[in-house]
């Protein structure tokens, strides 16, 4: 007689969703909440650097654009709180845990925005690398999970080519803005690569994963998928990535690229990065802020419970 596990993994391998009801591994609810959390921590912790150009954007049209984008950023989030809690999870404490600095999110959300070239960059490069792993996660094994992904990918992609428009319409324009858009894809280039997580040898999570087809490719299989097609997106836009080693390797049919600096990696992810501290201090601004309406929320609520027991 097969075993609970055995029964789970089976239900895995013949790709039949696991639903918030059904029976499975501790580890697997814990591991899902700790990927789906990050992830929602990053949506929202993500609309900081953009938020910075808002009122700065140079016309009417990227403040429309961006400002829609930054509210797309924040839907994402509340859609992956609400997978999470089908999983046990409670929203105020997976929000503590943030606020707090427990709980992690994108390394790549604690570089700063210096010029509007980087807005551009951030939707080429880092929703571009968001894309390639997260249409991966709209056939993740956990059913609530899956299907939130199908519309968060449909925004990512407005948003990665809303950024590449930016970029090309830089380096199409001044010799100061070619510029620009060049030193922005200097600085977030290498965060980007970084943004898929620690290499395969070191991922302690990444092997039992794929097994749950949580995830259905490595770190280094998403990671070399992004810089084979970044290479080509950078030379149409007559822009050089920041790598002297990268070559295109016959044998393999991918670009060789140099070695990712890992300490820099971990320190950001420590709390050591530009903008850790600014941000958490940003995001505790933004949650004392709007506790009036958190509690107006609720009251309401409560009211209308209230008419309807009396009414009943």
């Not at 596990?5 to 501790?26: G, L, N, R, S």
């Not at 697997?28 to 150009?53: D, F």
């Not at 790549?108 to 980087?118: G, H, R, V």
Request: proline share 4%.
């Amino acid at each position: 007689m097969r075993t609970q596990e055995e029964i789970f993994q089976a239900k895995i391998d013949a790709e039949i969703k696991i639903e918030p009801k059904d029976w499975m591994p501790e580890k697997y609810r814990k591991t899902l909440i700790r990927q789906i959390s990050q992830h929602a921590h990053s949506e929202i912790v993500g609309m900081l650097p953009e938020g910075n150009w808002l009122t700065r954007a140079p016309n009417l049209r990227r403040k429309v654009a961006l400002l829609a984008k930054v509210q797309d950023e924040a839907g994402h989030g509340l859609y992956l709180y609400s997978a999470a809690e089908t999983l046990g999870a409670e929203r105020d404490q997976l929000t503590r845990d943030l606020l707090s600095g427990k709980a992690k999110y994108s390394s790549i959300f604690n570089y700063p925005t210096l010029t509007w070239a980087d807005i551009g960059a951030i939707g080429w490069l880092v929703d571009g690398a968001a894309i390639m792993n997260q249409v991966m996660l709209c056939r993740t094994s956990y059913g609530p999970y899956a299907r939130a992904m199908v519309r968060i990918c449909k925004e990512e992609s407005f948003h990665q080519r809303q950024g590449y428009e930016i970029m090309l319409t830089l380096a199409n324009g001044t010799p100061e803005q070619k510029e620009m858009a060049q030193d922005a894809l200097n600085r977030w280039w290498w965060p980007s690569l970084m943004m898929f997580g620690p290499s395969d040898k070191e991922s302690t999570n990444t092997a039992q994963s794929v097994k749950w087809k949580i995830k259905r490719k490595t770190n280094d299989e998403l990671r070399q998928q992004f810089v084979d097609i970044s290479v080509e997106q950078a030379e149409f836009l007559d822009l050089k990535i920041p790598d002297p080693q990268l070559k295109w390797n016959k044998k393999t049919n991918h670009y060789d690229f140099g070695p990712i600096d890992w300490d820099e990696f971990w320190s950001v992810v420590k709390g050591n990065g530009p903008c850790n501290k600014q941000r958490l201090k940003d995001r505790n601004k933004a949650y004392d802020e709007g506790t009036w309406v958190r509690e107006a929320a609720m009251a309401y609520a409560e009211k209308q419970d209230a008419k309807k027991e009396k009414a009943a």
